[in-house]
């Protein structure tokens, strides 16, 4: 599949970072910037966001699709960002080179189909109530409307475990490779809940058989306004990336070859 110039589910992993939120113009420069030039081919970032409590921070809205659409002219970096409702398609589809769908919104037939008549690849997060069965079923309403660009993602379920946040269901990982031809990608931000747990997650969902990994990254973790317990420095995700590459290696995958600036080598 390809997002970009950018063959997704072949041997090179596709890496999109970001922070949860779009902020500010200043946040996107600073955390694209150097997330690019430690290898992220997309950049994430929430403009509508689903939070559990509706007095917490929900995101820029269309002010933030108009920050993600300066960022994207400016940088020609690929973007990724969430649809959170049908009549806001439109709008979200003509800035975002990904569409994501959230965890909380799987169940959603309606926008499923609604992305399916999408002319934009789709990134759908697995809802942690779901099976991953569950999980192949909402992407075939993607599929069955005639959009084939599927990304499938694991980003942890619920579970009587709460020493992470979520618990990244590596297995699923591996059964939903066999089971379907679509790309999977890991999303051990979510799972792990703490930044300092983001690494081995990232690495254990590699070696389950991921296609690629989202990550989230903030230039000030401390100051995000949403998921800051999770997110990298740009620093740490850049180690997160050199951790990979000889496991990548290994397993007879690779991750993208960088240049100081933030171009591909
Ligand atoms: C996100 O990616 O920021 C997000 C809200 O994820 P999820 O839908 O998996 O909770
Ligand atoms: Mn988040």
């Known amino acids: 599949m390809l997002i970009g110039d950018h063959a997704v589910g072949g041997e090179e992993l596709f890496v999109i970072a970001g922070p949860c939120a779009i902020e500010s113009a200043e946040q996107l420069t600073r955390v694209g910037q150097t997330v690019r030039a430690a290898g992220a081919q997309a950049l994430r970032g929430g403009a509508f966001k689903p939070r559990t409590s509706p007095y917490a921070f929900q995101g820029l809205a269309g002010e933030g699709l108009a920050l993600l659409r300066e960022y994207k002219q400016r940088t020609g970096h690929l973007v990724v960002t969430e649809v959170m409702d049908a009549a806001q398609l439109d709008a979200v589809a003509d800035v975002a080179d990904v569409l994501q769908i959230g965890a909380r919104n799987m169940h959603n037939s309606y926008l499923l189909a609604a992305v399916g008549e999408a002319r934009r690849p789709v990134l759908l997060k697995r809802s942690f109530g779901a099976t991953a069965s569950e999980l192949l079923h909402a992407a075939e309403y993607i599929l069955a409307r005639g959009n084939e660009a599927v990304l499938l993602c694991e980003r942890g379920i619920r579970s009587y475990e709460t020493c992470t946040r979520f618990t990244l269901d590596v297995g699923a990982i591996a059964w939903?490779?066999?089971?379907?031809?679509?790309?999977?990608?890991?999303?051990?931000?979510?799972?792990?809940?703490?930044?300092?747990?983001?690494?081995?997650?990232?690495?254990?969902?590699?070696a389950a058989g991921a296609d690629g990994l989202l990550?989230?990254?903030?230039?000030?973790?401390?100051?995000?306004?949403?998921?800051?317990?999770?997110?990298?420095?740009?620093?740490?995700?850049?180690?997160?990336?050199?951790?990979?590459?000889p496991l990548a290696a290994a397993l007879g995958r690779r991750l993208p070859a960088v240049t100081a600036r933030g171009g591909r080598a």
């Open 176 to 206: 939903l490779k066999q089971q379907t031809h679509l790309p999977v990608l890991v999303d051990p931000s979510h799972a792990a809940g703490a930044s300092a747990l983001v690494t081995p997650l990232a690495l254990a969902g590699v």
């Open 215 to 245: 990550i989230e990254v903030h230039h000030d973790p401390s100051r995000a306004l949403s998921d800051a317990d999770q997110a990298l420095t740009p620093e740490a995700f850049a180690s997160l990336i050199e951790r990979l590459r």
